[in-house]
């Protein structure tokens, strides 16, 4: 008697992302990347982001898909830092959709979005994650990305504080002449411009 066959499963198809593809692609994002799952990530998933990665760096965000089908995404960017020979890619939002079976999605994504940052000169990739996602913390290493410095992200609760208290009750703090626009607009008075220095 003849092994029964099995359908042959379709493949996995890695291209560029176009527009089309955005309300599909945020709206995968936001079924992954929730406060409630991940509190301490410090990117916040939303369309102005994503369609600001899109308008600028539209070559290195890529989709997956399977017979049509969204089924993943990688959002990357090229980083040119002044001074360094270095150009870096960065993978910044890697998603992939888990009722899209153990296909090897988000490896293909990685791989695809590589080749296109050594078209672009980049001499690195990184990517970073929460240090408690283990899950993707493997993830990476079996891409062959190593941990090979560390960083260190603080955060600090402000719910409690009183000029956020008082922002939800009066309104904007921010718009305050001590707030932060109110610092933002002295600085530029003086000619120093904001920003945090880095």
Not at 45 to 74: N, P
Request: hydrophobic share 35%.
């Amino acid at each position: 008697m003849a092994a029964p066959t099995h359908p042959e499963r379709s493949p996995v198809e890695i291209r560029e992302m176009e527009i089309g593809d955005l309300g599909g692609v945020f709206a995968l994002g936001e079924e992954l990347f929730t406060a409630e799952r991940w509190p301490s990530l410090y990117r916040t998933w939303d369309q102005y982001a994503l369609a600001t990665h899109f308008a600028s760096d539209s070559e290195t965000c890529l989709v997956a898909e399977i017979d049509d089908k969204l089924v993943g995404f990688a959002v990357g960017s090229i980083l040119e830092k002044p001074g360094s020979a270095w150009t870096y890619g960065y993978l910044i939002w890697l998603g992939v959709d888990p009722n899209g079976g153990r296909r090897g999605i988000g490896a293909k994504l990685v791989g695809h979005l590589q080749d296109v940052f050594i078209e672009l000169g980049a001499r690195m990739i990184m990517a970073d994650t929460d240090a408690e996602n283990s899950a993707a913390i493997s993830f990476f290493e079996a891409q062959g990305f190593e941990e090979d410095s560390e960083h260190v992200y603080l955060s600090k609760n402000l719910t409690y504080h009183p000029d956020y208290i008082a922002h939800h009750r009066k309104g904007r703090v921010a718009d305050r002449p001590g707030g932060v626009r109110g610092a933002y607009r002295r600085a530029a008075k003086k000619g120093k411009g904001g920003g945090n220095g880095h």
